[in-house]
C-alpha cells in the first residue's frame, strides 16, 4: 500500500527563522511529489512542485527530492506568522493523476 | 489556475438522508477528482469523476454510497447517501491543472451529519 508519512508536528518555530518540513514515501515508483498548504478551515493550496532529484527553489520555499532515500522536503526561509498551518506532502505515481497524501505537519511560526 | 466553486460550502443534515455536492470549474477540464478529509485527517481520494462514463471509485468507496455525476468538462456532482455521523468530513472536488501535472483544490463542502 502506498504511503506518505509526515511528522505531524506542531513544528515551532521563531519568526524570521528557516522551518524545515520532512516527508517519506513507500512507493517507489512514485514520480511526482507536492506541498500544499492548509489554512485551519481552508482547503489545501498548492505551494511547490517536484520531479526531479535535488532542490527547487520558488521565492522563499525550496522543495529537495531525494528518490534514493525515498524523501522530500520543503524549506521555508524567513518564516512568517502568515507560514502558521498545516502542510501536506502528496505523491502520484508515473501515469498516474492520483494523489496519495500524507497526514500533514502543523506548523506555527511564533512572532 | 482554473476557479473551482463548490455547493452548498457547508450542512448539517440527519441521519439517514442525502446530500448533493456540486463542484463547478470556470474552464473545460478533463481530469476531476473528489476527496474526502475526515476531521484531524489528510484527504483520501472516493473517486475520478470521468465525463461520460461511471466514475472510477477507490478502494473503500463504492457507487452506492457515493454516486457521482459528471455531464461535462466543468461540472460534476457527489452524493453522500443514506449518512450516518460517520460521514461528517469535509469533501473536496480538485482538477488537474494546464499540462495535467498538478491538481488545484475547490473550497470544500463541510458536511455535519447528527
Known amino acids: 500500500q502506498k504511503e506518505v508519512e509526515q511528522n505531524s508536528g506542531p513544528l515551532s518555530v521563531p519568526e524570521g527563522a528557516i522551518a524545515s518540513l520532512n516527508c517519506t514515501y513507500s512507493?517507489?515508483?512514485?514520480?511526482?511529489f507536492f506541498w500544499y498548504r492548509q489554512y485551519s478551515g481552508k482547503s489545501p493550496e498548492l505551494i511547490m512542485s517536484?520531479?526531479?532529484?535535488g532542490d527547487k527553489e520558488d521565492g522563499r520555499f525550496t522543495a529537495q527530492l531525494n528518490k534514493a532515500s525515498q524523501y522530500v522536503s520543503l524549506l521555508i526561509r524567513d518564516s512568517q506568522p502568515s507560514d502558521s498551518a498545516t502542510y501536506l506532502c502528496?505523491?502520484?505515481?508515473?501515469?498516474?493523476?492520483?494523489?496519495?497524501f500524507g497526514k500533514g505537519t502543523k506548523l506555527s511560526v511564533i512572532p | 489556475s482554473a476557479v473551482i466553486s463548490q455547493k452548498p460550502s457547508r450542512d448539517i443534515c440527519q441521519r439517514g438522508t442525502s446530500l448533493t455536492i456540486q463542484c463547478q470549474v470556470d474552464s473545460q477540464v478533463t481530469m476531476m477528482f473528489w476527496y474526502r478529509q475526515q476531521p484531524g485527517q489528510s484527504l483520501t481520494l472516493i473517486a475520478t469523476a470521468n465525463q461520460g462514463s461511471e466514475a472510477t471509485y477507490e478502494s473503500g468507496f463504492v457507487i452506492d454510497k457515493f454516486p457521482i455525476s459528471r455531464p461535462n468538462l466543468t461540472f460534476s456532482t457527489l452524493t453522500v447517501s443514506n449518512m450516518s455521523p460517520e460521514d461528517s468530513s469535509i469533501y473536496l472536488c480538485?482538477?488537474?491543472?494546464?499540462?495535467?501535472?498538478?491538481?488545484?483544490f475547490g473550497p470544500g463542502t463541510r458536511l455535519l451529519v447528527l
Open positions: 517536484i520531479y526531479s532529484n
Open positions: 512507493d517507489r515508483g512514485s514520480q511526482s
Open positions: 480538485s482538477v488537474m491543472g494546464p499540462g495535467a501535472e498538478t491538481q488545484y
Open positions: 502528496a505523491s502520484s505515481g508515473a501515469g498516474s493523476y492520483q494523489l496519495t
